[in-house]
């Protein structure tokens, strides 16, 4: 993955002070019908991946957390067909990649994933949910910050640069639809480590 900073310091360790809602997992399923608005209103398409981001703990419950939510995609991949993997990327924090063509089925893995860490008491450790889209070049995302319990449009040109005027394009057709964090200095960049590459790769 690339830079990791604003993760870091936002969506991460410093972000519990700063923090101005809970997240509700449920907020989840709001990218159910913005997957169609997206579509529609936009001509942007389901990248087909969605990621779950979130940071370890030193323990055997919560190694036993992470198996048990390996478990839940696992059995929900033999109904739907969504592959899924998990890895550790260079700065240590863990991601869930999922792979599937039907968007409902992302969100729905996303919600499950989301759900048993909370319910197991390791709500904490969640940081990012991202959903991918893509027309012709260009690839977009809309991450969900469990920390700030909002939505952020987040629009990569490269390893280093992003395109403000689609997010915020992204931000007016979705406002109202989907609970977007108002504070733009919370759309913090979470840029991939090769041009064309996901931020979860």
């Not at 067909?81 to 893995?109: A, C, I, M």
């Not at 319910?119 to 904490?124: A, D, H």
């Not at 992204?170 to 109202?176: M, N």
């Amino acid at each position: 993955m690339g830079l990791l900073d604003s993760l870091r310091s936002v969506l991460g360790i410093s972000a519990e002070s700063d923090a101005t809602s809970r997240a509700d997992p449920d907020d989840l399923f709001g990218m159910s019908t913005a997957y169609l608005t997206m579509e529609a209103d936009l001509r942007f398409d389901s990248a087909d991946e969605a990621a779950l981001c979130f940071s370890s703990v030193d323990s055997t419950d919560f190694e036993d957390t992470v198996d048990a939510v390996e478990a839940i995609l696992s059995a929900g991949s033999e109904e739907t067909g969504t592959e899924f993997k998990r890895h550790t990327d260079g700065h240590g924090y863990n991601w869930v990649v999922l792979v599937d063509d039907d968007p409902e089925d992302l969100v729905t893995s996303i919600h499950f994933a989301a759900d048993e860490f909370i319910e197991r008491g390791y709500g904490s450790r969640l940081l990012a949910a991202l959903f991918g889209f893509r027309k012709a070049d260009d690839r977009v995302y809309w991450i969900y910050s469990f920390r700030r319990g909002a939505y952020y449009p987040f629009a990569p040109q490269g390893t280093s640069k992003r395109n403000q005027q689609l997010e915020f394009k992204l931000e007016s057709v979705l406002d109202g639809e989907l609970e977007i964090e108002d504070d733009e200095g919370y759309w913090y960049p979470l840029w991939p480590s090769t041009p064309n590459g996901h931020p979860w790769e």
